[in-house]
């Protein structure tokens, strides 16, 4: 079992930046991929962005590619999302997530294994 804990929302303007991080707790770690989801007020949670165990592959949604960066640090099991040129529309619920296996990279939140209780994003225009 692996537990997940969300930190570094808050409130930041148009054109800012924020650092989510993710640690997880629980063995097994290193063998899941891990993903990042939001959720914005009256919508669905939508995909964010994934990788690999070894971050070896990474996979974007396209409303945030080339301004959103995953990456993973196994030896602390921590997982982040750099968040770049934050828009208003960013603003959501962020959620990480972890998936087994470790190699796969998935975007249907129902494939993922555990959830972590979620950090607020909240973009001002």
């Known amino acids: 079992q692996v537990q997940l804990v969300e930190s570094g929302g808050g409130l930041v303007q148009a054109g800012g930046s924020l650092r989510l991080s993710c640690a997880a707790s629980?063995?097994?770690?290193?063998?899941?991929?891990m993903g990042w989801f939001r959720q914005a007020p009256g919508k669905e949670r939508e995909f964010v962005a994934a990788?690999?165990?070894?971050?070896?592959?990474?996979l974007y949604a396209e409303s945030v590619e080339g301004r959103f960066t995953i990456s993973r640090d196994n030896a602390e099991s921590l997982v982040f999302l750099q968040m770049n040129s934050l828009k208003p529309e960013d603003t959501a619920v962020y959620y990480c997530?972890?998936?087994?296996?470790?190699?796969?990279?998935?975007?249907?939140?129902?494939?993922?294994?555990?959830w972590g209780q979620g950090t607020q994003v909240t973009v001002s225009s």
């Open positions: 997530a972890s998936h087994f296996p470790g190699h796969t990279l998935v975007t249907k939140a129902d494939e993922y294994n555990y």
């Open positions: 990788l690999t165990w070894n971050g070896g592959r990474t």
């Open positions: 629980g063995r097994s770690f290193n063998d899941h991929s």
